[in-house]
């Protein structure tokens, strides 16, 4: 992965925002060096599938603390990483986990939250003001501004494989949602299901859904497969 500034260098930016927002303690500090490189690895193969051209250079995947849609996943990838790599001092973990988290909230306008299981592929696009609930959610997913995926009566929704939400769009509750979808801007399912090749429009319970060709749904994407 080619590095818009040194690798320590991000790591100190890292720690200072945290510090600065929150404090950072010793125990902390080795935490977060830990998971540091892990997260990175994890960042680089999601950014390797991005068809957006800030996440590639001359065919490497690239790095840029600056890019805000690369650092916010970068900083899932580091809380969730946090958690994976708990020990027995739980407590440490738990409180760096939320600390990261609530920098990304704090930075990018993002409500992503590491106990979310996002895929190993997923891709944002000015993701301001969008939250993303505990749903069961599968590779090459991409979303923007103001989307939202949420609960309904404690029920999530399941969705499949290159789903695309498109600004504004919502999936709430006992959803399942196929592969190769995408939610038209403002779009809004709740308790619904949704075929594979689809595209949705409209506010549920009056929504309409068109099935659409596998190979136009893949142009729109984000994500190469």
């Keep these: 992965m080619i590095f818009h500034i040194n690798k320590n260098k991000i790591f100190e ?3 200072s925002q945290i510090h600065n927002l929150f404090s950072l303690s010793t125990i902390e500090k080795k935490i977060l060096s830990n998971a540091f490189q892990k997260s990175l690895n994890r960042s680089e ?15 490497k995947t690239f790095f840029n603390p600056f890019h805000s ?25 738990e409180t760096l986990a939320d600390k990261v988290y609530y920098l990304n909230k704090t930075l990018n306008g993002i409500d992503l939250f590491y106990e979310v299981k996002m895929p190993k592929v997923f891709v944002l696009d000015h993701p301001v003001g969008t939250v993303i ?9 991409s979303f923007s501004a103001n989307c939202t995926v949420g609960g309904n ?7 499949g494989r290159n789903v695309y939400m498109s600004i504004g769009s919502t999936i709430l509750g006992d959803c399942k949602i196929g592969d190769n979808v995408i939610f038209s801007a403002n779009s809004f399912v709740i308790d619904k299901d949704v ?4 595209m949705v429009f409209g506010q549920s319970p009056n929504n309409t859904i068109k099935k659409i060709p596998s190979k136009k ?4 994407l984000k994500v190469d497969r």
Excluded at 82 to 87: A, Q, S, T
Excluded at 217 to 220: G, L, M, V
Aim: net charge positive; with cysteine.
């Design 45 to 59: 193969f999601c950014f390797s599938k991005s068809k957006i051209k800030y996440y590639r250079k001359n065919k």
């Design 69 to 93: 849609g690369q650092y916010c996943i970068f900083l899932y990838y580091l809380s969730n990483s946090i958690i994976k790599i708990k020990k027995n001092d739980s407590k440490s973990y």
């Design 13 to 15: 930016i890292l720690c």
């Design 133 to 141: 609930g505990k749903a069961n959610i599968r590779d090459y997913f």
């Design 195 to 198: 075929p594979s090749n689809s």
């Design 217 to 220: 749904i893949f142009k729109i």
């Design 153 to 159: 009566k404690g029920v999530y929704p399941k969705i």
